[in-house]
């Protein structure tokens, strides 16, 4: 729904959306015929090329079978080796001493192995071993690969033809085993049996051009020889899933093996799905195209009423530009010409306005200053009467004085109307050095400004109404001893300064606080004139009297100097 609200508010974009749907309907139309024409051209293609991959394939592997088998009848019509396996099955016939039978046996273990290096060579690296048995079961090999795993097997093999190689229906450890069986053709009798298994993993490299799991060597009976998924060999090959798979078998004349290749639906029609990405992508492209074309068209006639939009949602947040750069003289162009001139008579407004309003308070704040100062100096004159009617206590009066001096003389110095807080803290412990030398040991203070926040600037004279506010409502009233802590601290970078008095302490029912003494009001309208209505004063009842919180921004003056500041001295 916001986007829907977005482009119905956008002229620009209304007219982009118009003019795309405009060119996409024949865009589909002209695709979806292409793609419908070009699909029956490449099922076609596929099937034909499922087959031509088959056929290839097979007769790729029968060619390798054919191959081992004639190595096989190669060893099998060697005289060394008819001469031992006569000599095994008829040793009165064909008699040999065992000198001769020891070197001949070493000689067909010798040539065994050389028979096995010639496969791999010639062939490829299939083989996994060379088996010979005489008559009686005796063993001759060559290879690495595990012993006979079903030598009963080998000897009931039927064999269609007599000294034929043939690949048996049976796995041994899931090897492929190409058996002969060795005749006597002037007697008929059976000599013995020859034996070339294949490395089951290594016969995968044959039909290695198929997806993994895709392609199956059966016998007859649908039971598995060959395939990459090894567990499967030796099982039923399991019927495809309906729909998923296309199946192309073709049978082995020589082998009697038949060849199943499942090729997945997704991937026989991966060039269907080319095709249809072919034509999403030409008419995408195409929609694109026209959409450039138009938005830049567009652009120029949309481009000054969406800038004039956009600086009147500025002037409404008091953010007043003029439009620039035209381009052209319509009836648009008059029309940035007319916010031109409101925009200009609005900005001379509020400079009219803003001034008045400077005026104002700068008036204010001139007033407040100037009730601040007689009141403060009122009082401190007080106490020195106070003192002066004591005559234990008249020798401090000069003390009393000059730290008053130094108050009156920081406090009338004309300047700026901030100063930094270690000056403001200086001004607060002198005001309060001179009740001490009233109260004497019934009165005591603490001052807590970290060393980060010296150079923070504070209203000037922002800190003593506070102080004498609690000697008046608070210390001034009790009966033991009296105390103000002043700490200072930063806050959600923030200043914190708290004006903490016991002046509660000995009164039983606590003090209450309605509101802010004229003095806490002149405080509360300087820090908001200077920072806002964020800033100002808190008042709360502490546990044992009144706290005063401050809250004000962290302005920093690196220029300022804060050891001898504005004429502040001790006595």
Same mark, same amino acid.
């Given at each position: 729904?916001?986007?829907?609200?977005?482009?119905?508010?956008?002229? $620009?974009?209304?007219?982009?959306?118009? #003019?795309?749907?405009?060119?996409?309907?024949?865009?589909?139309?002209? &695709?979806?015929?292409? #793609?419908?024409?070009?699909?029956?051209?490449?099922?076609?293609?596929?099937?034909?090329?499922?087959?031509?991959?088959?056929? *290839?394939?097979?007769?790729?592997?029968?060619?390798?079978?054919?191959?081992?088998?004639?190595?096989?009848?190669?060893?099998?019509?060697? /005289?060394?080796?008819?001469?031992?396996?006569?000599?095994?099955?008829?040793?009165?016939?064909?008699?040999?001493? %065992?000198?001769?039978?020891?070197?001949?046996?070493?000689?067909?273990?010798?040539?065994?192995?050389?028979?096995?290096?010639?496969?791999?060579?010639?062939?490829?690296?299939?083989?996994?071993?060379? $088996?010979?048995?005489?008559?009686?079961?005796? $063993?001759?090999?060559?290879?690495?690969?595990?012993?006979?795993?079903?030598?009963?097997?080998?000897?009931?093999?039927?064999?269609?033809?007599?000294?034929?190689?043939?690949?048996?229906?049976?796995?041994?450890? +899931?090897? =492929?085993?190409?058996?002969?069986?060795?005749?006597?053709?002037?007697?008929?009798?059976?000599?013995?049996?020859?034996?070339?298994?294949?490395?089951?993993?290594?016969?995968?490299?044959?039909?290695?051009?198929?997806?993994?799991?895709?392609?199956?060597?059966?016998?007859? &009976?649908?039971?598995?020889?060959?395939?990459?998924?090894?567990?499967?060999?030796?099982?039923?090959?399991?019927?495809?899933?309906?729909?998923?798979?296309?199946?192309?078998e073709r049978k082995s004349k020589w082998t009697g093996f038949k060849y199943v290749s499942r090729i997945p639906v997704s991937e026989a029609s991966a060039g269907i799905r +080319?095709?249809?990405?072919?034509?999403?992508?030409?008419?995408?492209?195409?929609?694109?195209?026209?959409?450039?074309?138009?938005?830049?068209?567009?652009?120029?006639?949309?481009?000054? =009423?969406?800038?004039?939009?956009?600086?009147? +949602?500025?002037?409404?947040k008091e953010n007043y530009q003029l439009i620039e750069n035209f381009g052209s003289h319509d009836e648009i162009a008059q029309l940035c010409h007319s916010f031109n001139r409101?925009?200009?008579?609005?900005?001379?407004?509020? /400079?009219?306005?803003?001034?008045?309003?400077?005026?104002?308070?700068?008036?204010?704040?001139?007033?407040?200053?100037?009730?601040?100062?007689?009141?403060?100096? $009122?009082?401190?004159?007080?106490?020195?009467?106070?003192?002066?009617?004591?005559?234990?206590?008249?020798?401090?009066?000069?003390?009393?004085?000059? &730290?008053?001096?130094?108050?009156?003389?920081?406090?009338?110095s004309p300047g700026e109307a901030f100063v930094s807080l270690d000056v403001e803290m200086k001004f607060a412990k002198i005001y309060m050095q001179i009740h001490q030398y009233?109260?004497?040991?019934?009165?005591?203070?603490?001052?807590?400004?970290?060393?980060?926040?010296?150079?923070?600037?504070?209203?000037?004279?922002? =800190?003593?109404?506070?102080? *004498?506010?609690?000697?008046?409502?608070?210390?001034?009233?009790?009966?033991?001893?009296?105390?103000?802590?002043? +700490?200072?601290?930063?806050?959600?970078?923030?200043?914190?300064? *708290?004006?903490?008095?016991?002046?509660?302490?000995?009164? %039983?029912?606590?003090?209450?606080?309605?509101?802010?003494? &004229?003095?806490?009001?002149?405080?509360?309208?300087?820090?908001?004139?200077?920072?806002? *209505?964020?800033?100002?004063?808190?008042?709360?009842?502490?546990?044992?009297?009144?706290?005063?919180?401050?809250?004000?921004?962290?302005?920093?003056?690196?220029?300022?100097?804060?050891?001898?500041?504005?004429?502040?001295?001790? %006595?």
């Amino acid at each position: 729904m916001k986007i829907v609200r977005f482009i119905r508010s956008r002229l $620009h974009y209304k007219m982009m959306l118009i #003019y795309s749907l405009l060119t996409l309907v024949p865009l589909i139309i002209v &695709s979806a015929t292409f #793609y419908v024409t070009s699909k029956r051209i490449l099922e076609n293609n596929v099937d034909q090329s499922f087959k031509q991959t088959m056929a *290839e394939t097979s007769d790729k592997i029968d060619g390798v079978f054919k191959a081992f088998a004639r190595e096989a009848s190669g060893i099998g019509d060697n /005289q060394f080796v008819n001469a031992l396996l006569r000599n095994a099955s008829e040793p009165d016939k064909y008699p040999l001493v %065992p000198s001769e039978r020891a070197a001949l046996e070493e000689r067909i273990e010798e040539m065994l192995w050389i028979g096995l290096e010639d496969m791999g060579k010639n062939i490829g690296d299939i083989a996994d071993s060379i $088996h010979l048995f005489d008559a009686h079961g005796k $063993h001759y090999f060559a290879g690495s690969g595990p012993d006979i795993q079903y030598y009963e097997a080998i000897v009931i093999m039927p064999f269609e033809k007599q000294g034929v190689p043939e690949w048996a229906f049976f796995v041994d450890y +899931r090897r =492929l085993v190409c058996n002969l069986q060795l005749v006597d053709p002037a007697a008929g009798t059976i000599l013995g049996y020859l034996v070339i298994l294949l490395d089951p993993i290594k016969v995968t490299s044959l039909y290695d051009s198929y997806e993994r799991g895709s392609f199956f060597i059966t016998n007859a &009976s649908n039971v598995v020889m060959s395939t990459d998924l090894l567990p499967s060999i030796g099982e039923l090959l399991p019927s495809p899933a309906t729909g998923d798979t296309i199946t192309t078998e073709r049978k082995s004349k020589w082998t009697g093996f038949k060849y199943v290749s499942r090729i997945p639906v997704s991937e026989a029609s991966a060039g269907i799905r +080319r095709l249809a990405v072919f034509s999403i992508a030409v008419a995408l492209a195409s929609w694109v195209a026209v959409i450039v074309i138009t938005y830049y068209v567009l652009r120029k006639i949309t481009s000054p =009423l969406a800038t004039l939009s956009k600086l009147m +949602r500025k002037a409404q947040k008091e953010n007043y530009q003029l439009i620039e750069n035209f381009g052209s003289h319509d009836e648009i162009a008059q029309l940035c010409h007319s916010f031109n001139r409101m925009i200009l008579e609005t900005k001379e407004l509020i /400079q009219k306005v803003y001034k008045a309003e400077l005026e104002q308070k700068e008036a204010q704040l001139a007033a407040i200053r100037t009730y601040f100062n007689p009141h403060f100096l $009122h009082n401190t004159l007080e106490y020195v009467s106070i003192l002066a009617k004591s005559k234990d206590k008249i020798e401090r009066i000069p003390y009393v004085v000059k &730290s008053l001096s130094s108050i009156i003389r920081f406090s009338i110095s004309p300047g700026e109307a901030f100063v930094s807080l270690d000056v403001e803290m200086k001004f607060a412990k002198i005001y309060m050095q001179i009740h001490q030398y009233r109260f004497e040991d019934r009165f005591e203070y603490s001052i807590e400004l970290p060393e980060h926040l010296k150079r923070v600037e504070v209203p000037k004279l922002i =800190l003593q109404p506070i102080i *004498e506010n609690a000697f008046i409502h608070g210390i001034d009233h009790i009966r033991g001893k009296g105390r103000i802590d002043i +700490r200072a601290y930063e806050s959600q970078f923030n200043l914190v300064i *708290e004006i903490e008095d016991n002046g509660g302490f000995e009164q %039983p029912p606590p003090r209450v606080s309605k509101g802010m003494g &004229s003095g806490l009001k002149g405080i509360e309208s300087r820090i908001k004139l200077h920072f806002g *209505e964020r800033y100002g004063i808190e008042k709360r009842q502490g546990q044992q009297g009144m706290i005063v919180r401050l809250l004000l921004p962290i302005l920093l003056n690196e220029s300022t100097d804060f050891s001898e500041e504005k004429g502040i001295e001790s %006595p």
